[in-house]
């Protein structure tokens, strides 16, 4: 689980939400005699495991599943759980109800499809495939990355839930700490982009209280600051 995001191995097929499958032990793409294999069988050899274990140890595999994304898809990808996924508009979609329709396999290699109202989605409370959902619906952008979350997404599976607004704070902390000014000032970006709607969904829709409404103001002068010293994103219009 410490894999944050898919390596890209072997080609992918073609095709509607066409999936790549491949075998994986401990993690690392099974190819040949790979230095990580190597490394990791003549280390079980010093710790003293038997053949016996070795081979018991080389089964347990896990399978993940690749989506191609195609011109219709919103977001394809995963994380180093299995959990793997497209995002499509669902037919019903309106400008009103903006609603996608996910589909793919968890993190234990079950097929599952969801379909989710972006109006309806909380940061404070969503799951990874909502909030990529929402990621792509915003058109966040990834900074030349693959995501615009911070990395602890990568150890969720498709059910668990986590408050997105404290795990960027957690994040642009750390990076601040270890003086990676440009990083701090990205997850600056981020956070604000996510806190803009839920923002304006609070003021739309008085049910939703965005428990960091009234802190907007203040992300929004520490993001423009960081974006001043580090050039990062610095031609982004704030709103």
């Not at 990621?135 to 995501?147: H, M, R, W």
């Not at 739309?204 to 992300?219: I, K």
Request: hydrophobic share 35%; glycine share 10%.
């Amino acid at each position: 689980m410490s894999i944050y995001g898919f390596g890209i191995h072997g080609g992918f097929q073609a095709g509607n939400g066409t999936k790549n499958v491949w075998r994986n032990v401990s993690g690392n793409h099974v190819q040949g005699n790979s230095r990580a294999a190597g490394q990791e069988n003549g280390a079980a050899r010093r710790a003293g495991n038997s053949f016996a274990d070795l081979a018991g140890s080389a089964l347990d595999v896990r399978t993940y599943t690749v989506y191609m994304k195609t011109d219709d898809m919103l977001y394809s990808g995963g994380n180093g759980t299995g959990l793997s996924f497209y995002i499509k508009y669902a037919d019903s979609s309106t400008e009103d109800d903006p609603t996608v329709v996910a589909k793919g396999v968890d993190e234990h290699g079950n097929d599952f499809e969801q379909t989710i109202h972006i109006n309806k989605i909380n940061p404070e409370c969503a799951t990874l495939v909502e909030m990529r959902a929402l990621e792509a619906y915003l058109g966040v952008d990834k900074n030349g990355g693959l995501s615009s979350l911070p990395p602890e997404t990568g150890k969720m599976g498709l059910h668990d839930r986590a408050d997105f607004m404290e795990l960027f704070q957690k994040q642009i902390h750390d990076m601040r700490v270890l003086k990676q000014g440009n990083a701090a000032a990205y997850y600056q970006y981020s956070m604000l982009e996510y806190a803009d709607f839920m923002n304006k969904k609070s003021d739309s829709d008085s049910s939703f209280t965005f428990a960091g409404a009234q802190a907007l103001e203040e992300v929004k002068r520490a993001w423009m600051e960081a974006a001043a010293k580090t050039g990062v994103l610095t031609q982004r219009r704030i709103k």
